[in-house]
T-cell receptor, first 111, second 115 residues
Framework: DAKTTQPTSMDCAEGRAANLPCNHSTISGNEYVYWYRQIHSQGPQYIIH???NNETNEMASLIITEDRKSSTLILPHATLRDTAVYYCIVKPGGGADGLTFGKGTHLIIQP | EAGVVQSPRYKIIEKKQPVAFWCNPISGHNTLYWYLQNLGQGPELLIR????????DSQLPKDRFSAERLKGVDSTLKIQPAELGDSAVYLC?????????????FGPGTRLTVL
């Protein structure tokens, strides 16, 4: 799987949009971008995934650059419960392969 | 709908002792995964099952680790004997598999401490 690069940590004020960047400059044409998050003492939780078009669901939006070398996860109105480690992962879509996690970004929402 | 169930949630053992972790995936999920997560790191895949078949166990340390999913439903991961370096969180996940495997559902994990 292609590797991803994320900032180690980020802060965001409660109620503001949290924008989490991810670099995946070696992504292959058949690889999707997945985002998971892990709240303290819990297992990871799926957030969203996409191939090349921007995606939105009830949790977040995913913006993928046209060259697909980077992406941004957007939490539109961050709450304290969004404090977690966020992982950006690239892998072929639709397959049941295991996920390759990096260290992720520790997002801290400040009251 | 019940999520992925793991037990025990916590386990403390002395080195050289055996230990086993149990996982019950979401009903209907054919694919089951075991991950290991060291402190401050992301999870690492140990083994993946498609029904009862282990289709990817390349990262499983087979000298001391073993796993089984005999009836293609619940699964057990065993370590024998445990070493100090095995202290970690052991996560189980499941997915529908195949073309519908985009989302993996994780259990809360078992935190193992080896003394």
């Amino acid at each position: 799987d292609a590797k991803t690069t994320q900032p180690t940590s980020m802060d965001c004020a409660e109620g503001r949009a949290a924008n989490l960047p991810c670099n995946h400059s070696t992504i292959s044409g058949n690889e999707y971008v997945y985002w998971y998050r892990q709240i303290h003492s819990q297992g990871p939780q799926y957030i969203i995934h996409g191939l090349k078009n921007n995606e939105t669901n009830e949790m977040a939006s995913l913006i993928i650059t046209e060259d697909r070398k980077s992406s941004t996860l957007i939490l539109p109105h961050a709450t304290l419960r969004d404090t977690a480690v966020y992982y950006c992962i690239v892998k072929p879509g639709g397959g049941a392969d295991g996920l390759t996690f990096g260290k992720g970004t520790h997002l801290i929402i400040q009251p | 709908e019940a999520g992925v169930v793991q037990s025990p949630r916590y386990k403390i053992i002395e080195k050289k002792q055996p230990v086993a972790f149990w996982c019950n995936p979401i009903s209907g999920h054919n694919t089951l995964y075991w991950y290991l997560q060291n402190l401050g790191q992301g999870p690492e895949l140990l083994i993946r099952y498609e029904n009862e078949e282990a289709v990817d166990d390349s990262q499983l340390p087979k000298d001391r680790f073993s796993a089984e999913r005999l009836k293609g439903v619940d699964s057990t991961l065993k370590i024998q004997p445990a070493e100090l370096g095995d202290s970690a969180v052991y996560l189980c996940a499941s997915s529908l598999g195949g073309a519908n495997a985009n989302e993996q559902f994780f259990g809360p994990g078992t935190r193992l401490t080896v003394l």
